[in-house]
């Protein structure tokens, strides 16, 4: 079956725009979560979704960012007016549970973000 | 706090040797810890997980070892390949689910 998709995949923008990144996670997930990995680091937590309320925000760096799953399956991460501090791969997951019972986190291949 | 953290990060082995992949967590009350495999370019990808009720699974070539005493997981790879080349990482299960991250290991397999 499909796995995580996320569009695009590769980003350039100028310091100061606003972008947007998409996740479609595999179907019949309930939890969706946004992480972002920086050059030879670990994936850092942002956001996760548990059907369409953002369930913990609290890895969010500031409020340039923003993440949104309407109809509780893809989920959109928005960031205003980019910094150069922004550029990494920006990864989404999702699992069949979430936190009502920890499973695998299945990851898509990343949007890698780069601010100029 | 809760940290995730790895010994060594680089690994380099010989085409078939077994390889062991180790790493330190701090909150003694994670109950969840989990392996993946990250290649140059991709998202991580599932390996092998674990409960704290055990302390040892096993998959296809891959064992997994958890010793709560000292907070200490480690990875082995059996007859290690090239195609094992990758970043591992390790991470423990947070509060709400989502998952916390060491910094990663990087295996390098010499034919």
């Known amino acids: 079956g499909a796995g995580v998709s996320q569009t695009p995949s590769n980003k350039v923008t100028e310091k100061g725009k606003y972008v947007e990144l998409r996740c479609d996670p595999i179907?019949?997930?309930?939890?969706l979560y946004w992480y972002r990995q920086s050059l030879g680091q670990g994936p850092e937590f942002l956001i996760y979704?548990?059907?369409?309320?953002?369930?913990?925000d609290s890895g969010l760096p500031n409020d340039r960012f923003f993440a949104v799953r309407p109809e509780g399956s893809v989920s959109t991460l928005k960031i205003q007016r980019t910094e150069r501090g922004d550029s990494a791969v920006y990864l989404c997951?999702?699992?069949?549970?979430?936190?009502?019972?920890?499973?695998?986190?299945?990851f898509g291949n990343g949007t890698r973000l780069t601010v100029t | 706090g809760e940290s995730v953290g790895l010994h060594l990060p680089t690994l380099s082995v010989q085409e078939g040797d077994n390889s062991i992949i180790n790493c330190a967590y701090s909150?003694?009350?994670?109950?969840?810890f989990i392996w993946y495999k990250q290649e140059s370019g991709k998202g991580p990808q599932f390996i092998i997980d674990?409960?704290?009720?055990?302390d040892k699974r096993q998959g296809q070539r891959v064992t997994v070892l958890l010793n709560k005493t000292v907070k200490h997981l480690s990875l082995q790879i059996a007859a290690t390949q090239p195609g094992d080349s990758a970043v591992y990482f390790c991470?423990?299960?947070?509060?709400?689910?989502?998952?916390?991250f060491g910094k990663g290991t990087k295996l390098s397999v010499k034919p």
């Open positions: 997951a999702s699992s069949l549970y979430g936190a009502t019972y920890t499973s695998p986190l299945h």
């Open positions: 179907s019949g997930h309930t939890a």
């Open positions: 979704f548990q059907g369409t309320g953002a369930a913990d």
């Open positions: 909150n003694s009350a994670s109950d969840y």
């Open positions: 674990i409960r704290s009720n055990m």
């Open positions: 991470a423990e299960g947070g509060s709400q689910g989502n998952l916390i």
